[in-house]
């Protein structure tokens, strides 16, 4: 770096010298530093934003992002926005990671899997479903404004594109704890629906489409399975693989620190190696989130899983930020609306016709969707109502950085687009996303309250602070344990009572499913994985462990064998 | 990335395009996996190692490092070495931040300012002696080598990155429970000691010195003074600050991650304030972690601090693996190897001289300075030992990383040597780095225990695994807090009984120091920026914080007020 070749001498002349000579190097310092002190501000900010809640920290972000852009475009008179420039790599290998693996350490593994088939529903028939609808129309609709170049790869990409739901921000919008059935439809979807969206993209790019032969799409078809298949056992081998490490070799007895940095570095080795190998990299981190929370996670130590508990959430709470800041900035990149040939009108067209052909595309799918999993749920207390389908509609409508991940990749080379049509089909994403984001992240709180007031809703509390979840009880609250152990859903209000195993086949196969596997698991994995309750080294940690060594408050809440 | 642009088909076709097409855009893929997979590794063999007490950690990540070089290489066929260079960037803006920022979080403060004195005369008297010794005797034996044609300014450039000792082995290779006394000085001077090598380095840079006259080394002085002064008031600055904004703004009512994110994103602000104005970002960052142990840390959630202590601890240590993988594998940079022209008789010469111009600059200094040292302080029983002056004399021959960092900024361009000289002084440092961790650094711990024998320790304690610091009290051991408050060592074996200030001025001026401290502390700016005792929400946090709801384990260790 030379930024470390450095003048010598008083601190004024130092900073007179801050932009001259060795500017270039420095680049990367002031960038840092201008990231890093927005971060702060966001965090500041948001908080204080939390009193008005339809304000969420993303919009916050987007905003503060936006007019960092403003004084910086303003501060280099409109001169070039590189600082400013998208960088799909530091996305997906960097920002990405974080945030899914947390949300599968997080998920409440219960609700998650009870609703699994419609998760898969609206993931990926949902999903081929926009796909198809927004790809053709703005076939037929785009040339109309003027965007007459497009081949048909672009409208594929386009389709893709637009049907990627941004999850990081319905994480932010919905609640677990307040509305846990939607959260666990809506964001069970988008983790499912962006690794759709990749891998429908990645199959538009490369293959050279001259029409939609139903020999292409079985092999899309095919392809996806395989993905996702390949993936999930991935996430799963991994997660499997660390708890298994950490259980065997019992790593705290020298520093739980290592415990620590072996189940970040093994989520995120997870993560890479999907990449490496063309796989779903968000697919793979999601089910070894969910896998290390099983197991790896009751195998270490008291105060590792508080640090992971709360390291992992900051990671990904950073991360989110970090994202949205991004997202605000890159809104300016004159570059690109320059390039734009379209007149005002033209624009407004293109913008407004993608805005509802989103609508449509996911309307198209989340009623006949729901309509088809109620039909296969058998109790009545868990159909998906009619408004709750309207919130679901509703809270997927939002495009985020995997859009414009796309859209760079698709459109721009090295940064650049490559004509006024690419041009504009990236300044009308950057245009859905902040308007998305906004408009639809903002009026989903008012949205929902007025949809699902407190009376009609069975699984929603917004406005008494205590969440109506296990939390209440003493060790939940502390780890927030219900989001990572089964048994201890067991007497949420959502658990139905149980019954012969006979019955529950009868009744709701779901159920008779995670008794199975609860045998199962009981039996063959938590003896060789570790566990709630299978950890063979509860007393020693008393003693042994270096750092834990008296450590005051580990007995009461180890659960016994 | 173009990664994304990915083949679909059966995994076969996709398994066997890895390499093929865009290679280049998935080599940033490839790199980061092959680096996740020895962090993996590394942590895992770490572990197994700490049997044999001699093979440290770094030494297991350097060799492993190496190895994979040579696998690397081979693979290659000896062809570039790109994926193994040392990259500065990454260094000083990723890597050392989280380390240096750890160590002055849980460094024990009462210790490192009782010893202050002693810190500074090491780290900056004893880095101007020991520059001057290797810059002169290099100047007058490199020549010889075969090496005749550097100019002045290189050999005080080497001066300067053969006297930065490498604080990181240091940590790993002294243990602060065990020998605080020798930890506190041997680390203290070595943050000192790499704050004064950089700005030595950049003053050595910037002029264009064609005799060394006393006006320039009284202008260096005073520059390194007013570096010293500034940086430290920034850390202080910004750790006082964040103690104020979580304070005032009790962050944790809507969520404990963002004040855990808070604390981590303004810590590393204030490394990057510090390097965006060219002052010492070691020494800022340093100084902010003890004030956030002081204050920040207390103002937080008990969550936030068990997972701020162990987060931290964790982040450094993989920082700390990842520099060893590096340097480990930087030792094969076949490029530089080749460029060299001198004979194994010349290179062997050099190497040898180095070594010895070290172990002469730093004998040199540490024990006329703790002679020094001993003189000015009173009490017999806080003097420096001849004998553990030889361990401090020993335990700084490690050079590491930033003489890798600082070699490479001035002897290369793009990661090219310029000359063949130039390509001899890398090659050397990296000799250099390689011979001191793995000869020294293995040899430290040996060495100890024979110079220092557990009977002739006041404060080391080796063999027991109870060490016999206030960790056995049972808040403490928990959170580690004598590192994190001077009121709790009061009753450490070390802390001399209270006296009146009187007496106390005459006996010892540091304990005096230390109790007007205290006072002003109490006074003043507890109650302002908040500490042990001054959290004005204590009982609020067990009712209103979300995450701390029913936290079971809060009020019998929270202090009262």
Same mark, same amino acid.
């Given at each position: 770096m030379g930024a470390r070749a450095l003048p010598v001498g008083s601190l004024h002349t130092l900073m007179t010298k801050v932009g001259l000579g060795d500017a270039e190097d420095h680049m990367v310092v002031v960038s840092v530093t201008l990231f890093v002190t927005l971060l702060c501000a966001c965090i500041v900010m948001g908080h204080l934003m939390e009193e008005f809640q339809w304000i969420s920290e993303s919009v916050t972000a987007i905003i503060l992002g936006f007019c960092t852009g403003i004084v910086v475009l303003v501060t280099s &008179?409109?001169? #070039?926005?590189?600082?400013? =420039?998208? %960088?799909?790599? *530091?996305?997906? !290998?960097?920002? *990405?990671?974080?945030?899914? @693996?947390?949300?599968?350490? =997080?998920?409440? &593994? &219960?609700?998650?899997f009870r609703n699994f088939v419609a998760i898969m529903l609206y993931g990926v028939i949902g999903v081929f479903i926009s796909f198809a609808i927004i790809t053709a129309g703005s076939r037929f609709m785009f040339p109309k404004f003027? $965007?007459?170049?497009?081949?048909?790869?672009?409208?594929?990409? *386009?389709?893709?594109?637009?049907s990627a739901t941004d999850s990081v921000c319905v994480l932010q919008v919905l609640s677990q704890d307040e509305s846990p059935l939607l959260y666990s439809l809506v964001f069970g979807e988008g983790v499912v629906n962006d690794a759709t969206s990749v891998v429908l993209f990645r199959a538009v790019q490369k293959l050279a489409f001259k029409d939609f032969t139903g020999m292409e799409v079985l092999r899309i078809c095919g392809s996806f399975l395989q993905l996702f298949f390949s993936s999930t056992?991935?996430?799963?081998a991994i997660g499997l693989l660390s708890a298994y490490i950490i259980k065997t070799l019992y790593l705290a007895r020298h520093s739980t620190d290592r415990e620590i940095a072996l189940m970040t570095i093994m989520a995120y080795l997870s993560y890479i190696l999907a990449e490496l190998f063309y796989l779903s990299g968000i697919l793979t981190v999601f089910f070894c989130g969910i896998v290390m929370s099983h197991y790896t996670w009751h195998n270490v130590t008291e105060s590792s899983r508080v640090t992971t508990k709360h390291g992992f959430a900051t990671m990904s709470f950073i991360a989110e930020t970090f994202i949205f800041l991004y997202v605000g900035m890159d809104a300016l990149d004159v570059d690109k609306w320059r390039m734009v040939?379209?007149?005002a009108g033209q624009s407004f067209g293109l913008f407004a016709t993608t805005l509802m052909l !989103?609508?449509?595309?996911?309307?198209?799918?989340?009623?006949? *969707?729901?309509? $088809?999993?109620?039909?296969?749920?058998? #109790?009545s207390d868990?159909?998906? #109502? @009619?408004?709750?389908?309207?919130? !679901?509609?509703w809270a997927g409508l939002m495009r985020g950085a995997v859009s414009i991940a796309l859209a760079f990749n698709q459109f721009t080379s090295a940064g650049d687009a490559k004509s006024p049509e690419y041009a504009t089909a990236i300044t009308t994403t950057i245009g859905i996303v902040l308007f998305t984001l906004m408009v639809f992240g903002t009026a989903t709180k008012p949205l929902m309250r007025w949809v699902l007031p407190p009376t009609s809703r069975s699984d929603y509390d917004y406005t008494t602070s205590e969440p109506n979840t296990p939390k209440v009880f003493a060790f939940d609250a502390g780890f927030r344990a219900p989001l990572l152990g089964p048994d201890a859903q067991a007497g949420s209000p959502l658990g139905p009572p149980r019954r012969s195993s006979l019955a529950m086949l009868l009744a709701a196969p779901t159920n008779f499913i995670h008794d199975a596997w609860?045998?199962? %698991? %009981?039996?063959?994995?938590?003896?060789?994985?570790?566990?709630?309750?299978?950890v063979p080294y509860n007393s020693d940690i008393l003693t042994n462990a270096e750092d834990d060594a008296a450590y005051p408050f580990h007995s009461p809440f180890r659960p016994s064998f």
């Open positions: &008179k409109g001169a #070039s926005s590189h600082v400013l =420039q998208f %960088d799909e790599e *530091l996305f997906f !290998i960097y920002l *990405l990671p974080p945030i899914i @693996f947390n949300a599968g350490f =997080q998920v409440k &593994k &219960k609700q998650f003027g $965007l007459d170049k497009l081949v048909i790869g672009d409208y594929l990409a *386009l389709g893709t594109i637009f056992v991935l996430g799963i040939q379209l007149n !989103i609508l449509v595309g996911r309307a198209a799918f989340v009623f006949p *969707l729901s309509a $088809l999993s109620n039909y296969m749920r058998k #109790s868990t159909k998906i #109502s @009619f408004r709750q389908q309207i919130v !679901i509609w609860r045998a199962f %698991d %009981d039996a063959y994995m938590r003896p060789v994985f570790g566990g709630r309750g299978f």
